[in-house]
């Protein structure tokens, strides 16, 4: 809040408004979901002096019990016709929007509600405010993401060394979330993904009845969410060894992450590691089986600044969490991702996931 | 499909561009989930000829598998760099897109991309296009609502009957989520709420380690999705009896239930239903307790059109799937609410929901 009100000084509007639920939830401590996005359970209204957070009464008791530093106002109407009132008893002019958040229609409804107004209020675009806020974590934010990183690892441990052929994809995956949910986790930080040969080529694999076997690979990517902040790991084992074609390309898989990872550190542009680990993938032979970006950054979301891929590089900084996860993938025979959520510190990565799963093909 | 072609016919666009989760998988099949509102899993670009899937690499092969009718285009790069090589290719110059669902930043983003191209596209801004024809189910989507709602009602019933004083909210929402897995179901259409004693008083109660007693309000508003679709259905129950003022707060929001149930046809005024249960609830001295509308479509999504509130009245049509769901809520006390998902059939409604848990009080 703070910084946040910092940064009101440096920008063209008296106002800021927050919509996006984890950037709400950053700022305020609201923990409601959205329904979905055309149903919001609240927002926030910050100005140099006031800090509301509008809801309305299915959500008034439990704002009241979470949020701090916020009076909770409810709406009786919806968000388009309660706005205006709210902004005249703060005497808003101009009111920053997330850009990224607030939709195209839902803009056209409010500039045209806020022409209306005397005098009118003007609708101001806003990239990444908090989202550059939520980047760097403080310390408080570390100690949740390293009880969630543990939970995460110890739950993946006891899994991986309790593997059978036979069990299927999806009772596994099942396994998983109840472990999660025993351990105290708020929730799984998104859907396990346990992908079993062929399905493991898949890097957004759903969890089916296929039966897992020896000598395949087997995909965890798993995360638990844990006082709000994610975890996200993933891990390819085998039972009872591998083919030599799958020794050749998990050993390229991990060396291509320790070999990022070896670079992580402040100041770093986030291309580099990525470049780093696309080499060595590369000059074993399997450029084109890894799509994606070498990692992300992990936080209140998932996903979340910074990226770490081939383009757009931004300066790796103190604080930040990333991922380190290349994977190989060759279509109908299968895949192998290997992922750690490290914490960057000022001389190097940390790395935040426990589980020491790996093999020395 | 043969429906929104139709559309096309009628507005200024030469392609559709859908982007919306449900939306997508209406009209594609395509069943992936976005991670979050700034990652897309795929996009449909529809023209009076062609019909493509847009994904990125991480969804090709599931695309591949899942989609009917739409040939699957892999990105290399993101949506923005992506879709004017994709549009010169259609030959689009008007793009329909969906004003409730593409962001003022994206928005923005393709506005000045599209600029650049010769001859430039313009974007006009597409409201409810599909959600419109989500809104009346045919035989198949009225078969998989019949099945999501026969599984959730049988869950229920089992759960409902085996509650012992003692247990937490949360071991039982754990129990429903247990038992919609093994019943099959896809996931949960949203997080169950177990809400017990004066927690039931919250609408949108999350499950707690609070351990349920006699004679007290337990409400259950549960869902699970089932080939797509969601059932959603909520039940207020008491261990060994109600208090008096319970008694009569329950009876009144089923008579409520009951007199709105009654009137729902295809022709009626979405506003009418909610009026005669509003009208039930204040008569008894509840008016200020009743905060939010009495029911909702729903189909892919738990929440669609149309919303059965006290204003925005639309008409009803043969085919809609609706809720049925007045609640009562006394701060620090406690709440009853009871929801039945029903049909609309050519002379009235058709509950869905099997399960018969009421009270005579």
């Keep these: 809040m703070v910084s946040l009100r910092g940064n009101l000084a440096g920008l063209p509007v008296d106002t800021i408004w927050i919509l996006q639920p984890e950037n709400r939830r950053y700022l305020s401590g609201f923990k409601a ?27 008034t008791t439990q704002a009241q019990h979470e ?19 709210l902004l005249s008893r703060l005497g808003t002019r101009n009111l920053g929007f997330e850009e990224s958040h607030v939709t195209w229609g839902l803009h056209q409804e409010l500039a045209k509600a806020f022409r209306k107004l005397s005098p009118p209020v003007r609708l101001t675009p806003l990239k990444g405010l908090v989202e550059n806020l939520r980047e760097v974590k ?17 739950i993946l441990a ?18 998983i979330e109840g472990l999660a949910r025993d351990g105290g986790a708020e929730s ?64 390229t898989v991990r060396d291509a992450q320790l070999a990022a990872l070896e670079k ?20 074993a032979g399997f450029g084109d089986f890894f799509g994606h ?42 895949g192998v991702r290997l992922e750690e959520m490290v914490l960057i510190e000022k001389n190097g990565a940390r790395i935040l996931t426990k589980d020491r799963h790996f093999y020395d093909f």
């Design 33 to 59: 979901a959205d329904g979905q996005l055309t149903e919001s359970s609240g927002s926030l209204l910050i100005t140099r002096k006031e800090s509301l957070l509008v809801t309305d009464s299915r959500y």
């Design 67 to 85: 949020v701090v530093d916020f009076e909770v106002v409810t709406m009786k109407k919806g968000l388009v016709e309660s706005l205006p009132g």
């Design 138 to 154: 403080d310390s408080v934010e570390v100690r949740a993401m390293e009880a969630s990183a543990a939970l995460m690892s110890r």
């Design 158 to 175: 006891e899994i991986i060394e309790g593997l059978r052929p036979g069990e299927t994809e999806k009772k596994i995956a099942w396994q």
């Design 188 to 251: 799984l930080a998104f859907p396990s993904i346990v992908a079993s040969g062929a399905n493991s080529a898949l890097p957004h694999a759903v969890p089916t009845d296929r039966k897992i076997r020896t000598k395949e690979p087997i995909t965890f990517d798993v995360g638990v969410k844990l006082c709000g902040y994610c975890c996200d790991m993933t891990r390819t084992v085998f039972l009872n060894g591998a083919t030599a074609k799958f020794k050749k390309i998990y050993r």
């Design 264 to 283: 992580i550190r402040p100041g770093l542009e986030s291309t580099v590691p990525d470049g780093v680990a696309r080499e060595i993938i590369r000059n």
């Design 293 to 334: 970006s070498l990692g992300h950054g992990v936080g209140l979301a998932t996903h979340e600044r910074p990226r770490l891929g081939p383009e757009k590089p931004v300066t790796l900084k103190e604080g930040m969490v990333i991922t380190d996860e290349p994977g190989i993938y060759i279509p109908g025979q299968g």
